[in-house]
C-alpha cells in the first residue's frame, strides 16, 4: 500500500495550508515513512524507516526490528516505551534526540547521531545487555551513577564507555557535536 498527500501545482489564494494522515495498519507491519511534517507512529512491531525533514517524529510502544532507521532531519526525534530488536539507527541535524526503551539480550544494536547543538537523552533499564560508547565534541556526558562510565581519550571529541550489564553482546553508540548527552536508568 502507498499513501500520498501532494499540494496542488498552482493555488490560487491560500492563507494556510495542512494536512493530517491517520492510517491504521496491523500491529506486525513494516513501515517506510518520508514526510516533511510531523510523523507519530504508536503500536507497531516490525521494521521502521522514517526519513523526516522539518517535523518531529514521535514513536510510542513500538518494536523495531532489522535495520530500522528513524531520520528526523531538522525536528526532534523521540521515542518512548520502544524495545530495539536488531540494528537500529537514530538521527537528527538539528533537533533533539530523546529514547526511552529497552533492548532485546543476545546481540541488539542501538547508535544515534545527534546534530550540531542537539541533545540526546537515553534512558534503559539496568541491567542492559549492551556496551555503551558516547562521544561529544564540546558537550557533556550526566549519567546516572549506576551506569560506572570511564573516559576513555580520543582524537579532537571526548569520549566515555560503560558496560551496562556483565558480558555484554550489544551495543549503544551516541555521538553529538555540541549536544550534551543524559544517559538514565530505570
Known amino acids: 500500500m502507498a499513501v500520498r498527500e501532494t499540494n496542488p501545482i498552482f493555488q490560487l489564494v491560500s492563507l494556510s495550508r495542512s494536512a493530517q494522515v491517520t492510517l491504521q495498519v496491523p500491529a506486525h507491519t513494516d513501515l517506510d515513512i518520508t514526510s516533511l511534517g510531523t510523523v507519530v507512529v504508536t503500536g507497531i512491531d516490525g521494521n521502521v524507516r522514517i526519513q523526516g525533514s522539518y517535523g518531529n517524529t514521535t514513536l510510542s510502544h513500538v518494536s523495531l526490528r532489522g535495520e530500522s532507521t528513524i531520520e528526523g532531519g531538522n525536528g526532534n526525534v523521540h521515542l518512548d516505551d520502544v524495545?530495539?530488536?536488531?540494528?537500529?539507527?537514530?538521527?537528527?541535524?538539528?533537533?533533539?534526540?530523546?529514547?526511552?526503551?529497552?533492548?532485546?539480550?543476545?546481540?541488539?544494536?542501538?547508535?544515534?547521531e545527534a546534530g550540531r547543538f542537539s541533545n540526546v537523552s537515553i534512558t534503559l533499564?539496568?541491567?542492559?545487555?549492551?556496551?555503551?560508547?558516547?562521544?561529544?565534541r564540546?558537550?557533556?556526558?550526566?549519567?546516572?551513577?549506576?551506569?560506572?562510565?570511564?573516559?576513555?581519550?580520543?582524537?579532537?571529541?571526548r569520549s566515555w564507555t560503560a558496560d551496562?550489564?556483565?558480558?555484554?553482546?550489544?551495543?549503544?553508540?551516541?555521538?553529538?557535536?555540541?549536544?550534551?548527552?543524559d544517559f538514565g536508568a530505570r
Open 164 to 181: 551496562l550489564g556483565s558480558n555484554p553482546t550489544g551495543a549503544v553508540d551516541v555521538t553529538t557535536d555540541r549536544g550534551n548527552i
Open 83 to 112: 524495545t530495539v530488536a536488531g540494528n537500529t539507527s537514530l538521527k537528527s541535524t538539528v533537533g533533539d534526540l530523546a529514547f526511552s526503551g529497552s533492548l532485546t539480550p543476545g546481540g541488539t544494536n542501538l547508535r544515534i
Open 125 to 136: 533499564p539496568h541491567p542492559t545487555d549492551a556496551r555503551a560508547t558516547v562521544a561529544t
Open 138 to 157: 564540546t558537550g557533556n556526558l550526566n549519567p546516572d551513577p549506576i551506569w560506572h562510565f570511564s573516559p576513555v581519550q580520543s582524537g579532537s571529541s
